[in-house]
Structures are given as structure tokens and as C-alpha cells.
């Protein structure tokens, strides 16, 4: 069965750093999220991808969030310089067209 | 702004058992509704979810869950859970009316006991 994957599974990093978490979601699929997960708390939504721009986004992805589509398979978040506060686990997921979101494993990141 | 409530945030139940996981939401819309199951160290999978027509959905592994629009609830339902039912359990209507995207709840965490 397809499933979305996601890259790398564990990041460290130092506050301040630039990180990119890679996604390669099911090929056929069209529309590609980011979702969050802080130790403790709800997944929280960040944004969603159609078309090669962002349809929808959270209060959450600001300025220093960006999403890409650098190719035909890969689907990237972009954290500019990182905040303890981000770290989290991400989720990536994608859909056909509407209903079911099939999520990658995650990437978990920690900031130090 | 979706609000979500999962009022139980632990169920412990012994194997066999019948378990009801509890969700309320609060929506001026109507929503569509998921269920989301998250097994240790996994991603989210999507257990069943409502869109329109019959108010008792049935999802994968047996559970099944009753939307009831007069209460805003969205409550899971297993007759018969098995130890591999330990999971976390995430309650998430659409982000707003016809919305896929999931706003989950803060998750239910389903403890089965031999």
C-alpha cells in the first residue's frame, strides 16, 4: 500500500538554525499538509499546499514557516531559525483530492 | 473558531470490554468529522469518519462512531476491544464547514489491560 514518508525521523538542532523536514507524499496526491505535535498536546494544523501555493494556514505558520514543492515528489517545511519552541513532532500528509489525509510517521524535531 | 472537547483524557479497560471514547465539538456549521488513531510511535491513521447521510459510521478494526447533531457529539464505540486497541485516540471535525482538514482534540488515551 502508498504511504507518505518523511525525512529524517530525529533532528537536533541549535536555536537559531535554519531546518528543512523533507516529505514525499503519495504520488498520486494532490494536496499536501504540515501538522504539528508539541510533547503533550494536540496536533495542531499549519498548512495546506494545492497547486504549488498555500491554500490555508494556521496563526501557527508565520514568517519564519515556509512550504515548498522543489520537485515532483518532495514536499518541504522550512523553519528559518528555530525556536525551543518548535520543537515538536511535524507531520506531513497528503490526499487525493478530499477526504482521507494519509500522514507520514513524522519528524521529530528537538531545539536546543 | 473550532472547539473540540474530548472529555476522557485516559480510558483504561480490560481486554473484551466495551469501550465509548467521548467528543464533543462546537461548530456554528455543520463540520464533517474524523476519528484519528495514533498507535505508539506511529503517524495518524484515520479510523472512519462522517460526511453526510447514515449518523453510525463504522471504521476499520471494528469501531464505529454516531454523530448526533442536537448534541454536537461524535462519541467512539468499540463492543470488544483486543490489547492492540492501546492507542491515542484523536476526535477532529473540519477545520470549518466542508473542510477536510482535521482540528483535532487534545486525544484520548485508550489503555487496554489484559
Known amino acids: 500500500e502508498p504511504e507518505v514518508t518523511q525525512t529524517p525521523s530525529h533532528q537536533v538542532t541549535q536555536m537559531g538554525q535554519e531546518v528543512i523536514l523533507r516529505c514525499v507524499p503519495i504520488?498520486?496526491?494532490?494536496?499536501f499538509y504540515w501538522y504539528r505535535q508539541i510533547l503533550g498536546q494536540k496536533v495542531e494544523f499549519l498548512v495546506s499546499?494545492?497547486?504549488?501555493?498555500?491554500?490555508?494556514k494556521s496563526e501557527i505558520f508565520d514568517d519564519q514557516f515556509s512550504v515548498e514543492r522543489p520537485d515532483g515528489s518532495n514536499f518541504t517545511l522550512k523553519i528559518r531559525s528555530t525556536k525551543l519552541e518548535d520543537s515538536a513532532m511535524y507531520f506531513c500528509?497528503?490526499?487525493?483530492?478530499?477526504?482521507?489525509?494519509?500522514f507520514g510517521p513524522g519528524t521529530r524535531l528537538l531545539v536546543l | 473558531a473550532q472547539s473540540v472537547t474530548q472529555l476522557d483524557s485516559q480510558v483504561p479497560v480490560f481486554e473484551e470490554a466495551p469501550v465509548e471514547l467521548r467528543c464533543n465539538y462546537s461548530?456554528?456549521?455543520?463540520?464533517?468529522l474524523f476519528w484519528y488513531v495514533q498507535y505508539p510511535n506511529q503517524g495518524l491513521q484515520l479510523l472512519l469518519k462522517?460526511?453526510?447521510?447514515?449518523?453510525l459510521v463504522k471504521g476499520i478494526n471494528g469501531f464505529e462512531a454516531e454523530f448526533n447533531k442536537s448534541q454536537t457529539s461524535f462519541h467512539l464505540r468499540k463492543p470488544s476491544v483486543h490489547i492492540s486497541d492501546t492507542a491515542e485516540y484523536f476526535c477532529?471535525?473540519?477545520?470549518?464547514?466542508?473542510?477536510?482538514?482535521?482540528?483535532f482534540g487534545r486525544g484520548t488515551s485508550l489503555i487496554v489491560h489484559p
Open positions: 500528509a497528503s490526499i487525493l483530492a478530499e477526504e482521507t489525509q494519509y
Open positions: 504520488s498520486n496526491h494532490l494536496y
Open positions: 499546499f494545492y497547486n504549488n501555493e498555500i491554500s490555508e
Open positions: 461548530s456554528s456549521v455543520s463540520v464533517y
Open positions: 462522517y460526511l453526510s447521510g447514515s449518523t
Open positions: 477532529a471535525p473540519g477545520l470549518t464547514g466542508g473542510s477536510y482538514i482535521p482540528t
